[in-house]
């Protein structure tokens, strides 16, 4: 097949400056603009979660710049030949999703509400709890949720304390937060009613970005407007054969733009969840599902799949009759590096380009499980409650303190620590468990346990932001899966009886930065 000639996007195609120098602009500005992108993407996160949405051009990106960048040349192979192609693809992927959706009780709430403003409620929580966290783990959460606060005015009226109560486990805790003052906010300051378009639900409500937005006002309105989340950009990328780095601006420009041009104006909330549900069980990172592909004779990877498996067989060579992208004015700015060649063994998971994501930062940190076995009522643990804002803003946690990893005066800091908090306490009796390695986003903690159990049974006296739970409180407590960690290494160890092990006499070895303020 000839390849056809190469041109500019209807959105590029208004700008008059020179192809070559704009060309260099381009390239540099991408360059610079990915650096600061908020979210990166990654092709092997969990199918079931809404990975990393594709970001928007930055807040403070001058139109000027923004044109540049979408000056470079795309070429047709990239794209949709014309409407047929799009209606096809449409109802391909309507079809299976019909037959195949799974039973989810976030989509049973949306279509079974009348109401707008519950229905929109329902799809909100949804999507912000799905977002880095897969559905199996989300399913009991939101039942939770939503019969704890079946409308926006219960949440609103919830404490922050409730809301971490309920969320602890589920990680990234800052979306519970931003979820409830997005609540109030309606309910405060909008009427109670909740935004009907896209651009609306992002400009007004806190922590709505542009991927949830889009759904939102899809799924609960009926806006006829596209949204790119993880599994979209998996689906996008090997339709139409992107391998490029999703996460750059330029390539989020396009994944956008396709999404835009895809989704059915008739059923665009259903279009756009099945697009999702593609990707999170056919179109998976990892050992795809290519013959289950409702759209599989549109995909761009599966043609290319099988030209590499032509080629492959020398009697067939001469007569390929497979499109190709072909760009007439250096290199295609979808399509792979030169320096990233085609791996045979990965077929159309070549697609998408796997985002080099930075390693964890690691930190140190010596912690206490205090007790007082003796208690009225039963044994009782100290927690404290950490900053409004940071890592695990308002969480309950055992105290703590930043350590060096070399551990030199780690006792001595985390004794002082502890007094600070509950007066005077035996130092003899403070024995090293051993430790708990925690990852977080974008922190590897390292907690050197430690525990002390006190002997007597007076009341210890304990400063404001501090407080005495059960064991049975502490389980149902707004504390993070880290400090849950943390107590089952000191249930198992049972400090107030066993004797100081050697591990807890060596220093650590491992290098380790030092924790920055407030995390």
Not at 357 to 371: D, G, K, Q
Not at 377 to 386: D, K, M, P, T
Not at 455 to 464: A, F
Request: hydrophobic share 35%; net charge positive.
């Amino acid at each position: 097949m000839t390849p056809r000639v190469p041109r500019l996007s209807s959105l590029w195609a208004i700008m008059k400056k020179p192809q070559a120098a704009v060309g260099r602009r381009c390239r540099k500005q991408a360059s610079s603009l990915a650096g600061r992108e908020k979210h990166a993407l990654s092709s092997n996160q969990a199918p079931d979660a809404r990975a990393g949405t594709i970001p928007e051009f930055p807040a403070g990106l001058a139109k000027g710049q923004e044109k540049v960048v979408l000056q470079a040349p795309v070429s047709p192979y990239h794209l949709f030949r014309d409407t047929a192609e799009i209606t096809v693809f449409r109802e391909s992927l309507l079809s299976w999703y019909d037959q195949e959706k799974r039973d989810l009780p976030w989509r049973r709430q949306a279509e079974g509400e009348v109401d707008l403003d519950r229905r929109a409620y329902a799809v909100w929580v949804s999507e912000v709890m799905l977002q880095q966290t897969q559905v199996a783990t989300v399913i009991n959460y939101y039942t939770r949720w939503m019969q704890k606060w079946p409308t926006l005015q219960d949440l609103a009226s919830a404490s922050l304390e409730e809301v971490n109560q309920l969320w602890a486990g589920l990680g990234y805790y800052s979306r519970g937060r931003r979820l409830q003052e997005g609540a109030r906010k309606v309910v405060e300051e909008l009427g109670g009613h909740v935004p009907h378009t896209a651009e609306t639900l992002q400009r007004l409500l806190p922590g709505v970005g542009r991927y949830t937005a889009g759904a939102i006002a899809s799924i609960a309105f009926g806006q006829a407007t596209g949204v790119v989340d993880g599994n979209v950009v998996r689906v996008l990328c090997r339709v139409r054969a992107i391998g490029a780095d999703p996460s750059s601006t330029l390539v989020s420009q396009q994944l956008w733009s396709l999404a835009q041009q895809l989704v059915d104006p008739a059923r665009p909330g259903d279009f756009n969840q099945a697009a999702m549900e593609l990707g999170a069980t056919v179109c998976t990172p990892q050992r795809p599902l290519c013959s289950q592909c409702p759209v599989q004779s549109l995909c761009r990877a599966r043609q290319k799949v099988e030209r590499e498996q032509l080629l492959a067989s020398q009697s067939l060579l001469g007569r390929l009759d497979v499109e190709e992208c072909a760009p007439n004015i250096g290199q295609c700015q979808l399509c792979a590096p030169p320096t990233e060649p085609w791996d045979q063994t990965l077929g159309v998971a070549n697609f998408p380009r796997k985002v080099s994501r930075r390693p964890p930062r690691e930190e140190c940190s010596a912690i206490c499980v205090l007790e007082q076995p003796r208690a009225l009522g039963g044994a009782q643990v100290l927690l404290v409650q950490r900053p409004n804002s940071g890592l695990l803003a308002g969480l309950w946690e055992f105290p703590s303190v930043t350590v060096e990893p070399s551990g030199q005066c780690q006792r001595k800091a985390l004794l002082q620590e502890l007094q600070s908090w509950a007066g005077p306490l035996p130092a003899t009796r403070l024995q090293h468990l051993g430790q708990v390695v925690h990852t977080f986003s974008h922190i590897k903690l390292t907690y050197q346990v430690y525990g002390l159990a006190l002997e007597r049974q007076t009341p210890v006296t304990t400063q404001s932001g501090a407080r005495w739970l059960t064991r049975e409180e502490f389980h149902t407590a707004a504390v993070s899966t880290a400090m849950k960690k943390v107590f089952r290494m000191y249930e198992g160890q049972q400090p107030g009886t066993c004797k100081r092990s050697k591990r807890s006499q060596v220093p650590i070895s491992a290098s380790r930065k030092k924790p920055s303020p407030g995390q």
